[in-house]
Each structure stands twice: as C-alpha cells, then as structure tokens.
C-alpha cells in the first residue's frame, strides 16, 4: 500500500532555515500537502502542490518537490519559537475528500534559542 | 467563514459502551472525512462522505460507523468500544478537487 516516511525529530536554532523532508511511494499521488499541528489542536494546512509542479513559495514556506524520486521538502525560512509544532506530510491521488489522505508520522520541530 | 467545529471536543467512556461524533463542515463543504490519530498508528483515514453517500472506507472494523445529513453535516459512531479505541479523532471537510480543511478534533478517552 501507500507509504509517506518522515523523519520523527528536527532541531533548528531560532532565525534559521528548518527543512523538513518527506517521501513517498504511491506514484498515483497528484495532491501533496503539508500539515502544522500544535499541542492540543487539529490539523492546519500550511502548503499544497500538485505533481506537475517542482516548486511552491507562500512567505516563509518553499516546498520544493522531485516527482522522479518521489520526494517533498518544505522548507521554513527564518524559523521562529511560534514554528515549534508536528509538520505532516500527505499525499493524495486526487483533491478533495474521495480517497482520503495518507499520512506521513509527523516531524516534531524543536526550535532552539 | 466559521470553520469545521467538532464536538465534543473531550469525551471519556469506558469498555463496551457506544460513542457518537460530531462534525459540522465549512459552509458550502459537501465532503466530510474522518480520521483517527493515535500516537502509536500516526494519522489514519476512516470513512469519507459526500452528499450523504459513504463513497470511501479506510480499513477499521465495522465497529466504527458514520453516517451524513442533508445539510452536509457528519457523524461518527463506534460501538463497543475497546481500550485501543482511544485517540484524537479529526474531522476534515471540502469541496470538490479542493483541500481538506480539519477541525480542533473530539479527544476519546476510553477506559
């Protein structure tokens, strides 16, 4: 079945670059998302991309994707104490809610001071 | 534009009883997805419905049920409930082709 790997911890100090990587298996997947999820709370949906793309920039967030080795970065710039949270990466073969999301574990962002 | 509420939001029940879940979507959402987050098995898909149609199904034993009314609004249930039935349960809701957008969650405690 599908399977997105993550890795399950990442320590940056406070004003740098965290980069968060993600791969995936499932060769169908066109929708690929990445997830914020605070102590306590839901999901928050920080980025998306669509397959055909190799790059996205929304502010602080880059998501950078290589579909040949079917993985996803995404990459915060400036990374403040408020970044300090679980970042999900999932995939989707289509948008929308019909084939449900496949989650990655989570990467916990440490943020150093 | 309000978005996807939950309730309750913390529930605890013990072994054998039933629990029902509430989830209302983003005004204008007809898809409505659930999902279990445990610390153990990560974040996994249950059941999604559209337009008061069941029209995907993780792999959960039959226990754990949901249904959707006209206004777009879902419920889940999960009858006898087992220790392992513990978890954050989320709620997601879309439009077509469109993101899914979650809610705070219901927290299940069983014990």
């Known amino acids: 079945g599908e399977d997105v790997e993550q890795s399950l911890f990442l320590s940056v100090r406070e004003g740098d670059s965290s980069v968060i990587n993600c791969t995936y298996t499932?060769?169908?997947?066109?929708?690929l998302y990445w997830y914020k999820q605070e102590p306590g709370a839901g999901l928050q949906l920080l980025t998306y991309?669509?397959?055909?793309?190799d790059m996205k920039q929304d502010q602080r967030l880059t998501v950078l994707l290589n579909k040949k080795d079917k993985h996803l970065s995404l990459r915060i710039a400036d990374t403040q104490t408020g970044d300090s949270a679980i970042y999900f990466c999932?995939?989707?073969?289509?948008?929308?809610?019909?084939?449900?999301?496949?989650f990655g574990k989570g990467t916990h962002l440490i943020i150093q001071p | 534009k309000a978005g996807v509420t939950q309730t309750p939001r913390y529930l605890i029940k013990t072994r054998g009883q039933q629990v029902t879940l509430s989830c209302s979507p983003i005004?204008?959402?007809?898809?409505v997805s659930w999902y279990q987050q445990t610390p153990g098995q990560g974040l996994q898909f249950l059941f999604e419905?559209?337009?008061?149609?069941?029209?995907n199904k993780g792999n959960f034993p039959g226990r754990f049920s949901g249904r959707q009314f006209s206004n777009s609004r879902s419920e889940m249930n999960v009858s006898t409930l087992e220790l392992g039935d513990s978890a954050l349960y989320l709620c997601?809701?879309?439009?077509?082709?469109?993101?899914?957008?979650f809610g705070p969650g219901t927290r299940l405690l069983v014990l």
């Open positions: 997601a809701s879309s439009s077509p082709q469109e993101t899914q957008y």
């Open positions: 499932d060769s169908s997947s066109t929708y």
């Open positions: 991309i669509f397959s055909n793309m």
């Open positions: 999932a995939e989707s073969p289509s948008g929308g809610g019909a084939d449900g999301l496949t």
């Open positions: 005004s204008g959402h007809r898809s």
């Open positions: 419905y559209f337009s008061e149609t069941q029209r």
